[in-house]
């Protein structure tokens, strides 16, 4: 079945939770020429439900044997592999309890599958049509596997450095024009995290965001205002956040769309930041006052 702890591998074989070579990464092969062919939509959609299945069940080894018997068959693109991301950090996380994601000790993905995963990667960043929104969910990715207990190996932290480098390289001249809300919250949370983001960046990503902040979601905004924060980089787009969440009202608003979690983290930013604005807090107290009931 497919979302078993086993499940099936693309040519049948069932799938172990760590088992034989694929615990080891020795069958994580480096991208090849020769494989060129077009997988078909069916195989695809197959090895999403697979990994996606897998990363459920805190099987991060399934997962990573899953993509790699579908790369036996067709080149992984870029859709395969922030799937597969996206999968081993789930597994990381699955069944733990709500807002516990980091800090949490969980199966780890072996060092050899990561490495032959991140060939893949890199392979698929050397392509100039990488759209933003996948630069930005590789961030999220990347900076969530650094997150993981037990640690990744340090060879994989230094790669994925690496990467994220490459990626802030790739984003800075796309900021302005093909970033949108999402993936400028997304890219800044991203690096703020993992601590490779350059000041001048995030600067740069705040000038991006500030010519549209009226579309940013409450959650898009808090990522921003975190990365900001955590950072100590002081830019007029979070005081322009906390002005306008003092005045908003009706579905846009974060008391209204947001979570417990992004007032939380736009209250710290605030603080963190020194940007003094009482109606703000005023009506956080006031939010948190009516939710206490709950």
Known sequence: TLGGT?????????????EGSWANGSMARKPSAKVTMDAPTYLKMYVYREMTAQGSASNPDGVLAAFFRYADAAEPGMSEVVTCLSAVVESGTAGAPRGAVAGRAAPAASGGGLAGLFDHLERCLEAPEISARYQSLVAWALARLLLQQPPVPSDIADRIGGILAKIEEMARPRLADEFDPVALGLIAWALAKAGTGKPQFLREVGDAALRRLEVFEPHSATNLLWAFAAS????PAAKAVAERMAVEDGAGSIFV??????????LWAFATLRIVLPEV???AAEHVRLRMSE
């Open 232 to 235: 100590s980089c002081k830019h």
């Open 6 to 18: 086993a499940g099936l591998s693309l040519d049948g074989e069932p799938l172990g939770r760590g």
């Open 257 to 266: 769309q947001g979570g417990e979690q992004d007032i939380a983290s736009a």
């Open 281 to 283: 807090f005023e009506r």
